[in-house]
């Protein structure tokens, strides 16, 4: 599937989330919440793929730590995740929040999403650039884009939207594009 229609497609189920859930983003739902309005939307825009939320591949160990446990990096950044958890009463994991691919085949694992909210502090948002960027880069997991979407909850009609920014990865790229969900490109 190529970029522009990925854009298309995740345009509309923002739009969905935003339009048909803006109770859950007015009154600073969960997360995990919000993460589920928006896979279900997801669902109805990527015919074809499976979309899992939390998706974990092996009973005890996480999506990312399965494939890449023995990657020093993925060892830096899952210490530096429960090191930004611990004394926040969160619980640090490195497992996307949403995945569409098709379950089995990694050569089509399309997309990565992680979301957060702007009540979550920053560092937790560079955490999960990181881990998009290890999605996209680590062969083994063969994500083609991965989303970071940041939410603006706790306010019944905020000054410029419900969506903060927005970061769209894609393979082979060096810099994500942080303008397609305003444009029609």
């Not at 995990?32 to 309005?37: A, G, L, T």
């Not at 160990?61 to 023995?70: H, I, V, Y």
């Not at 958890?85 to 992680?114: D, M, N, Q, Y």
């Not at 290890?134 to 603006?152: D, N, P, S």
Request: overall charge positive; charged content about 30%; hydrophobic content about 30%.
């Amino acid at each position: 599937m190529d970029e522009r229609e990925v854009k298309a497609k995740l345009r509309r189920a923002i739009q969905r989330l935003v339009i048909k859930d803006k109770i859950l983003l007015h009154s600073n739902a969960s997360e995990r919440s919000i993460c589920h309005r928006l896979a279900v939307y997801l669902e109805s825009q990527f015919r074809g793929y499976c979309v899992d939320f939390e998706y974990d591949l092996n009973d005890n160990q996480t999506f990312a730590e399965n494939r890449l446990k023995e990657d020093y990096a993925w060892k830096v950044l899952l210490k530096d995740a429960r090191e930004s958890a611990s004394g926040g009463g969160h619980c640090a994991t490195i497992f996307p929040e949403i995945v569409i691919h098709k379950r089995g085949v990694p050569e089509e694992s399309l997309l990565v999403v992680e979301l957060k909210k702007t009540s979550h502090p920053r560092k937790t948002h560079e955490i999960d650039r990181s881990k998009i960027r290890g999605y996209l880069e680590h062969g083994r997991l063969g994500f083609q884009y991965g989303l970071l979407l940041v939410l603006r909850t706790g306010q019944q009609h905020p000054q410029g939207g419900y969506v903060e920014s927005y970061e769209l990865y894609t393979r082979g790229k060096e810099e994500p594009d942080c303008t397609w969900l305003t444009s029609r490109s």
